[in-house]
């Protein structure tokens, strides 16, 4: 939990920080790459990037710093890059960081967006190829670019930066469709939602049943049924819905905090298989497999956060 007076970009230095401390026994000091994603003001309008800033100020050398914009995929898509390159020799160790806060006068993040709730919040992982406390034994990600105009509405582009009073994502979704129908944006999401997941399980052998969870993105209940409830046929109950629900969209950041908060409150066990999906404006969709090999002794930092009063999801 990050107070209003910390910077956005000092927040993925605190949650990066912390990851490098737990992951020290694997990594050491060695980073070889720092992807940071995001999907809301980083403090600057332009000309910076705040992976870099994040790597300064954890005092990495020898890294190649590189911020991701995958919205609310970014997360998901930097550890599908991150493995590429890993897995291509080039390094032995990432950092993949995330931190947004949504807030006015260019954001109300109770009312920004249908069917969810946007909460301030910064993570982080570090990938190894020399071992860590669970496995990646497959990972996918593609892009339906059909779906593309539902993020960006029928308003002209514009040719100046700046923070744009009480910015929306009603106003170009409500636009994109109207045009279609919701039928025909449920379909192609849906679509490129399973065969990414077929893509998967096909090079590890799985079924959903296999899973011992299956973690989602952070919405409303209305929106995560009809977008991967219904389509999966799996119950709320096999994902962390009820905590996101209070913690918030967590922008590019929600898988990497849900696979804390498992470990923190020892709801995993060793051997257990974990089910990732991130999806993303664009329309982009990652999905990785996850097996647990041991449980870490964290102590809890991933907090449940009542509602004001009056507010629902």
């Known amino acids: 939990m990050a107070t209003d007076e910390i910077p956005v970009p000092d927040m993925g230095v605190i949650a990066g920080r912390k990851a490098l401390d737990r992951a020290a026994g694997v990594t050491g000091d060695q ?36 911020n991701i914009e995958g919205m609310s995929n970014g997360g998901m898509a930097a550890i599908d890059l991150a493995m590429a390159r890993l897995e291509a020799g080039r390094g032995t160790s990432a950092l993949i960081t995330t931190a947004d806060r949504f807030c006015p006068p260019g954001f109300d993040r109770w009312r920004g967006s249908y069917g969810i709730v946007f909460g301030d919040g910064s993570t982080a992982m570090v990938l ?38 009480d910015e929306n994502l009603r106003t170009p979704k409500k636009s994109y469709l109207e045009e279609v129908g919701s039928e025909s944006v449920l379909k192609r999401a849906e679509e490129t939602l399973m065969n990414t997941l077929s893509t998967v399980l096909a090079r590890t052998g799985h079924q959903l049943e296999d899973f011992a969870r299956i973690l989602l993105p952070n919405m409303g209940h209305g929106l995560m049924d009809a977008q991967f409830f219904t389509p999966l046929g799996i119950p709320a109950e096999r994902t962390l819905w009820n905590w996101g629900r209070y913690a918030g969209h967590l922008g590019a950041g929600d898988l990497t905090a849900a696979v804390a908060r498992l470990v923190e409150k020892k709801d995993i066990s060793q051997g257990d298989l974990v089910l990732l999906i991130g999806t993303g404006g664009g329309y982009s969709v990652t999905v990785a497999v996850l097996e647990i090999e041991s449980v870490p002794q964290w102590p809890e930092t991933t907090t449940d956060f009542a509602l004001p009063a009056g507010v629902t999801q």
């Not at 720092?34 to 990495?60: C, F, K, M, V």
């Open 128 to 165: 190894s190829t020399a071992g860590g406390f669970a496995r990646i034994h497959a990972i996918a990600s593609a892009t339906d670019a059909s779906l593309e105009p539902l993020h960006r509405g029928t308003t002209p582009f514009t040719s100046a930066y700046g923070v744009v009073a």
């Open 31 to 66: 980073v070889d790459l720092i992807l940071h994603a995001s999907i809301y003001h980083q403090g600057r309008d332009h000309h910076w990037n705040s992976a870099p800033y994040i790597q300064r100020e954890l005092g990495i050398t020898g890294a190649f710093a590189l």
